[in-house]
């Protein structure tokens, strides 16, 4: 028997961390650890994979933002370049460890979106 599940726009399911299809279950557990099957849908999340994508795609974004920024503080304040060392690694390690888990949600709804035959089980 087939369950019809609204799915959620990609970017609502990869903000929340959430099932692509149902939009209500989890998807990790652990930290970037993708849950097996959706407590809520039953979908088959192991077949999900996102590769290296989020993490390249976040290095190229906050090197747009960031280092603009880095550079014009360097040039309105005065500080020793091992403080500049410290205060943007702390920044761009921060931004990128809190933004990985969505990047990642967010491409594995994009592939349930875009190639849901492929994966969706077909007793389903």
């Known amino acids: 028997m087939s369950t019809y599940y609204s799915s959620p726009s990609p970017l609502t399911a990869g903000l ?6 149902c939009g209500r279950g989890k998807l990790f557990h652990g930290y970037l650890t993708v849950n097996e099957r ?4 039953n979908l ?8 290296d994508g989020p993490a390249v795609f976040l290095i190229f974004i906050l090197g747009f933002l ?14 020793p370049l ?3 060392a410290i205060v943007w690694s ?8 809190g933004m990985l888990r969505p990047a990642k949600a ?4 994009l592939q349930y979106r ?4 492929e994966l969706e089980d077909p007793d389903e």
């Open 114 to 117: 875009h190639r849901r035959n």
């Open 66 to 79: 960031v280092v603009p920024v880095a550079l014009w503080v360097s040039m309105t304040v005065d500080w």
């Open 90 to 97: 702390i920044v761009v390690l921060g931004l990128a460890l």
């Open 82 to 84: 091992w403080l500049h």
């Open 106 to 109: 967010y491409v594995v709804a």
């Open 16 to 21: 929340r961390c959430a099932c692509p299809r």
């Open 44 to 51: 088959n999340l192991a077949r999900q994979d996102s590769g």
């Open 38 to 41: 959706c407590s809520v849908c």
